[in-house]
């Protein structure tokens, strides 16, 4: 068991109505902007769709080694999600899209909060999993884990979404354990002129964006945007509505200039603010009844700014400086949290002789928490307040030993506030069998820090009944003890172009983890609480389990016609953990089985869909269950389109995942429908 913070609120109608009327104003600004020329951003919205395989088997990916690496030469499973995956996914946020990566496992479990993992593991706030947007970690290491309701960037803003199963920590240091997913967004350059779109469904209610892009000077160029959301409340199983909605208002900016021939800067920054509610568990230090479910309001209010300046030196090597600062304030479940990070990074990227090609670089960060909670839920973090610092230095060198195979060493070196110093090595071999195919082994090292909770935090997490005595208080307490989760990772990958209309990418593996944090049962004692004696069961979180996990992942592409497009997946996993063999190898799906479709019609329709059958969950009694969505839309010219989609219409409502913790009440994924119109201009 994990502990979980969780839960929101739902929207109030006058404030839906006051930021209707704020999109509202939203919108009539941008038609009072100067249409763009050009008409630059719309751009050729059919870019990958019309692409051979070819270029898709070559497009280039930046996450597995920090430098531009065509795909079919990376020693990593790696998939890529492009604009144009995006635009005809029906997807409203970033869960939803990575639905589509094989070995990927999403599971929603309420309107705004999501289990998302890599190759097992799953659970609110999965821990193994580094999250980033444009090279910036939204990996919170406070509590290990991410917000997924705070990761929210505009999807016509994203260039692509890079997804690599398997650890990644040699280049991007603690916490990816078993995935990295590394979120792109375009440059400002790529998206000149104007772009309004306006939406509504069963689900989310409301969903505007207002955005508008511009040359800055002759030598850079700027967008801005602003979004308003709102999402309606989910339905508990038995049909009874959740008080889990939320709406709120996001604001960015981005500028990217070229000084000179040799230099670029990029600068961008972005705000949300989000008020929603969940239902909890809430246990509580006493009197009777310990346990009972509680309304509770969610606000969110975050921001971050980045900065990132390349440079070429004259002697063809580069070097990058990248700064960012991001800061949150969230109130959840009671609890009241407030996080600032800061990161400076430099790069090198440099040939040194005719066959090494290093990239080495320093990297240091400094993370501050405060966390306070109302007394009744017995929820304390000591000490309250810290401020951790972090330092890392990693290099890595790809060795060509011949013209077809390519050897890669590295390794990260960090210095962190809990465990001191960690290292984390890799090795991949890369065989180019031809132009068309490739295969590729790998062996890995990677870690997972622990974190502020698993030293300090003292949680009610349930009541039990003991016999012969009546209900018995269990709480969890950190211990200082903890240590690094650890992983020894071996992969095999096979990618080839099999003809001039599919092509194939499968990936097998073997994990081995150590030190996983489990809890171990302290000695029980009594207490007093409001005037009554208490029966108190203590667990203290330990790093005594261990597992194996093993499985593989494929997908494919084929080119049916000149219009249709087909792209199977599987995924199959098999984990084996002790001392818990039915813990959390219950709580990831042991089989995923999807085909997308994409299929351009004639008179600029489009038919898209996907049908997806996910494995049942042991340990949750989840049943299995199949995602059926579909999209039809139609293209007016270059500057206006409109949509329709359905997300689950196989089912009418479904469970995808329960909190482990007991803390949070899950609700039902239901079938939905949205529509959406896009304007550029």
């Known amino acids: 068991m994990r502990r979980d913070r969780s839960g929101s609120k739902s929207g109030k109608p006058d404030a839906v109505r006051r930021h209707g009327r704020t999109l509202l104003a939203w919108s009539a600004i941008a038609f009072a902007l100067p249409a763009h020329p050009a008409m630059a951003q719309a751009g050729n919205p059919a870019q990958l769709a019309g692409a051979s395989l070819e270029e898709l ?10 430098k531009e690496q065509t795909l079919s030469k990376t020693g990593a499973a790696v998939f890529v999600i492009g604009p144009e995956d995006i635009r005809r996914s029906g997807a409203n946020n970033i869960p939803d899209l990575l639905r589509m990566a094989p070995g990927v496992e999403v599971a929603q479990i309420d309107a705004n ?39 929210d960037v505009p ?50 209610t409301a969903d505007g964006l207002v955005q508008y892009g511009a040359d800055a000077g002759s030598t850079g160029a700027y967008r801005v945007f602003g979004r308003y959301f709102n ?8 049909g009874q509505r959740a008080a889990d909605g939320s709406h709120g208002e996001q604001a960015g900016v981005r500028s990217d200039w070229a000084p000179s021939m040799r230099d670029t800067l990029s600068v961008q920054g972005d705000f949300l603010s989000t008020e929603g509610g969940g239902t909890t568990a809430a246990v509580f230090a006493g009197p009777p009844p310990f346990a009972t479910p509680v309304n509770n309001e969610l606000t969110n209010t975050s921001g ?27 109130n959840e479940a009671g609890f009241q949290m407030t996080n600032n990070a800061f990161d400076v990074e430099f790069e090198h990227h440099l040939a040194a002789g005719s066959r090494n090609d290093v990239v080495w670089g320093l990297d240091y960060r400094a993370e501050y928490d405060a966390g306070s909670t109302s007394t009744a839920y017995s929820l304390h973090v000591n000490p309250p307040r810290s401020t951790d610092s972090l330092f890392a230095v990693f290099v890595q060198d790809e060795i060509r030993l011949s013209n077809w195979v390519s050897l890669t060493l590295g390794s990260k070196f960090e210095h962190n506030a809990f465990t001191g110093f960690e290292y984390e090595p890799s090795v991949q071999l890369v065989w180019r069998m031809n132009d ?38 269990v709480t969890i307490n950190g211990s200082p003890a903890v240590r690094a989760e650890q992983l020894n990772d071996y992969e095999a990958g096979y990618r080839a172009q099999i003809s001039r209309r599919l092509s194939l990418d499968v990936t097998t593996f073997l994990s081995y983890y150590h030190h996983l944090e489990t809890q171990v049962q302290g000695t029980p004692y009594v207490t007093v609480s409001s005037g009554s004696p208490l029966l108190v069961l203590p667990l203290t979180f330990a790093s005594l389990a261990h597992a194996r996990d093993y499985g593989a992942e494929a997908f494919a592409n084929w080119q049916v016609t000149g219009r249709w497009r087909l792209s199977p997946g599987f995924s199959m996993l098999r984990m084996a953990i002790q001392p818990d ?101």
């Open 57 to 66: 088997m070559n497009i280039e990916v930046t996450s597995v080694s920090k």
């Open 113 to 151: 909060q999501w289990a998302i993992s890599i190759r097992g593991f799953n659970d609110l706030y999965s821990n193994k999993v580094l999250v980033l947007i444009d090279g910036r970690t939204v990996y919170v290491n406070s509590f290990s884990g991410v917000f997924w309701d705070q990761i």
């Open 155 to 204: 999807l016509e803003n994203i260039e692509r979404i890079e997804v690599i199963r398997g650890p990644g920590g040699t280049i991007w240091g603690a916490n990816a354990v078993n995935g990295v997913i590394n979120i792109i967004t375009k440059s400002a350059a790529d998206t000149k002129g104007g772009l309004v779109t306006a939406g509504a469904g069963s689900r989310q």
């Open 231 to 238: 999402t309606d409340n989910s339905v508990f199983p038995g």
């Open 304 to 330: 971050d700014i980045l900065a990132r300046w390349e440079h070429t030196l004259a002697n063809g090597s580069s070097t990058s400086l990248q700064v960012y600062d991001n800061a949150m304030k969230r």
């Open 436 to 473: 068309r195919q490739s295969l590729w082994l790998s062996a890995a090292r990677a870690i997972r820090q622990p974190d502020l909770f698993d030293y300090g935090v003292q949680f009610n997490l349930s009541v039990e009944p003991v016999p012969g005595y009546g209900p018995a208080l």
């Open 581 to 681: 063999p039915a813990g959390q190898a219950g709580f990831s799906p042991r089989q995923q089985v999807e085909l997308r479709s994409l299929f351009s019609l004639p008179k600029n329709l489009e038919w898209d869909g996907s049908i997806k059958y996910i494995g049942g969950l042991a340990s949750q009694d989840v049943s299995a269950y199949t995602r059926l969505d579909m999209r039809l839309g139609w293209r007016l010219g270059e500057s206006l389109e409109v949509s329709v989609s359905g997300q689950n219409l196989a089912t009418r409502r479904h469970l995808e995942f329960l909190d482990d913790s007991g803390l949070f009440i899950q609700t039902e994924v239901a079938r939905t429908v949205f529509a959406k119109l896009t304007w550029r201009y």
